[in-house]
């Protein structure tokens, strides 16, 4: 009779999910950065969205932007910390199959809609430079409106195949997966059964459709510069270019790293697991940590709204 991690079953009831392998010693102390690094993105993210909400100035396109950039941000940690630090602190391994499947839909789905969320604010960056005159008369709300909920739906739709395609796969070698959460390649990488789809769609949606966005973003960041250069003075080329400084820093932050962990994924079989592991795990935790971050120290509007918050408070 087969061990209680490799019974043949074509859908187990649970998976374990094993932490950081081989730091299993370790996970009391990794769990502490990854609690600060939560709790910064928690409040960062909380924080943009209640300054925007509160401040009448701030109720503009690329501050909607922003709030849609907190909440996605908010799904992505929520869907995958409290897991993590449960393991770590409590050893609390099991994870219900249908629970992993909906964790594995929430990540990817929050990631591309991330990815849409960054190419909206190319775009409003794109207009505010290029065509100013017409800002208000191009980004109104009704278009805002579309561009959310086009985003959330490409986001949505992108994502189902990775749930659908994970469930149609019988598990017979082992339900543990190495990782602190539900990961798509993780998973599926313990079928027994040829899983070639699932890696031609993460391959499909990493080239094809996040490849797309950063050839938007950077088309879109050509036109800006084109706009920049022909500013008569140097000061106002420096202005300008200071209110894309903040898109431009997460856009490096979400996107080089994603790259580069998507092809370790599936390319670097002599890449240590634990250091693999480590660092996608940080991978999704960095982006909604350094966003609010970034756009409150570089984002002058916000920078006020939070001085005269904390002013007001102390006085």
């Not at 907190?70 to 393991?87: N, R």
């Not at 409590?90 to 909906?102: P, Y």
Request: proline share 6%; net charge positive.
């Amino acid at each position: 009779m087969s061990g209680p991690n490799t019974t043949d079953f074509t859908n187990p009831s649970t998976f374990i999910l094993q932490g950081i392998p081989g730091l299993e010693a370790a996970h009391v102390w990794i769990s502490i950065p990854f609690c600060t690094m939560y709790i910064i993105a928690m409040l960062g993210n909380f924080t943009i969205l209640f300054i925007v909400k509160m401040e009448p100035s701030l109720h503009a396109p690329m501050y909607y932007f922003f709030c849609m950039l907190a909440i996605t941000d908010l799904v992505l940690t929520t869907t995958t910390l409290p897991k993590t630090l449960s393991i770590f602190w409590f050893n609390s391994r099991e994870i219900n199959f249908s629970a992993c499947l909906t964790q594995m839909y929430f990540i990817h789905c929050a990631s591309a809609m991330e990815s849409g969320i960054l190419v909206a604010l190319a775009l409003d960056r794109y207009v505010a430079i290029c065509h100013p005159l017409r800002y208000s008369s191009i980004l109104t709300n009704r278009i805002m409106a579309k561009i959310g909920f086009a985003m959330v739906l490409r986001g949505g739709i992108l994502a189902l195949p990775y749930p659908f395609l994970a469930r149609q796969w019988p598990y017979c070698r082992t339900n543990i997966i190495p990782q602190p959460y539900c990961a798509h390649i993780a998973m599926v990488s313990l079928a027994c059964e040829d899983t070639r789809v699932s890696s031609y769609y993460g391959l499909f949606v990493l080239f094809c459709v996040i490849g797309l966005d950063v050839i938007f973003i950077a088309v879109s960041y050509i036109q800006i510069l084109r706009a920049i250069f022909r500013l008569p003075t140097k000061d106002a080329r420096l202005k300008t270019f200071g209110t894309c400084g903040s898109h431009l820093f997460v856009i490096l932050a979400f996107y080089i790293p994603g790259l580069f962990i998507s092809l370790i994924s599936r390319f670097g079989q002599k890449v240590p697991l634990h250091f693999h592991v480590l660092i996608t795990n940080v991978y999704l935790l960095m982006p909604p940590m350094l966003n609010p971050v970034i756009y409150g120290l570089r984002t002058k509007q916000i920078q006020d709204r939070l001085l005269r918050l904390f002013t007001h408070e102390r006085a």
